[in-house]
């Protein structure tokens, strides 16, 4: 059974950092691509940033310069480190497995960038 648990979520303050954790079990962690995407309200589903099992990293322009996907094998584990917030990366982030034309996702952590 896939699992994907997404923590490291919260309110953050405009200009703030933080990092999200997505623990995965159940897949064999080294041959999947990695993801993060975001939903806001009102809004459909975005990719955010993406990881390959090979290491390669791809960026929404919204956060290119701004944020950092990594994966630990060793932890099953993908992060994203997140800087420099701004009120519109507001939404909750979604941690995504694939292989081919298989797809997991986690249930979510809410991400609020406010004042």
């Known amino acids: 059974q896939v699992q994907l648990v997404e923590s490291g979520g919260g309110l953050v303050q405009p200009g703030g950092s933080l990092r999200l954790s997505c623990a995965a079990s159940?897949?064999?962690?080294?041959?999947?691509?990695m993801g993060w995407y975001r939903q806001a309200p009102g809004k459909q589903r975005e990719l955010v940033a993406r990881i390959t099992s090979g290491g390669t990293a791809n960026y929404a322009d919204s956060v290119k310069g701004r944020s950092n996907i990594s994966r630990d094998g060793a932890k099953n584990t993908v992060y994203m480190q997140m800087d420099s917030l701004r009120p519109e990366d507001t939404a909750v982030y979604y941690c995504?497995?694939?292989?081919?034309?298989?797809?997991?996702w986690g249930q979510g952590a809410q991400v609020t960038v406010s004042s």
């Open positions: 995504n497995a694939a292989l081919g034309a298989l797809s997991a």
């Open positions: 159940g897949i064999i962690f080294s041959i999947h691509h």
